[in-house]
Nanobody
């Protein structure tokens, strides 16, 4: 059974940092693009960042310059380093995997981890 398990969420003050991790199990995702979405209360799910199997990353405009996505294929794990956090970054963050090496649709979702940024 394929699972994506997020960790690292929590409560942080504005200007602070958090590092989210997403550990995959059930199969390897070395050849798959991975990404992070987030969803704030009352808002649509938003694509935050993606990374191809080769390590090329892309970011949503609202997080460019503040967030960094990375992956460690030896650990089957994807990370999201979040710096200079703002209250508007408060959301549930979901790890996801695409079916191919470059980002397209989501094939697998994690269960989500809450990030709360206080002002």
């Amino acid at each position: 059974q394929v699972q994506l398990v997020e960790s690292g969420g929590g409560l942080v003050q504005a200007g602070g940092s958090l590092r989210l991790s997403c550990a995959a199990s059930g199969r390897t995702f070395t050849d798959n693009a991975m990404g992070w979405y987030r969803q704030a209360p009352g808002k649509q799910r938003e694509l935050v960042a993606t990374i191809t199997s080769e390590g090329t990353s892309n970011y949503g405009d609202s997080v460019k310059g503040r967030f960094t996505i990375s992956r460690d294929n030896t650990k089957n794990t994807v990370y999201l380093q979040m710096n200079s956090l703002k209250p508007e970054d408060t959301a549930v963050y979901y790890c996801c995997a695409a079916p191919r090496a470059v980002w397209s649709i989501v094939e697998y979702w994690g269960q989500g981890t809450q990030v709360t940024v206080s002002s």
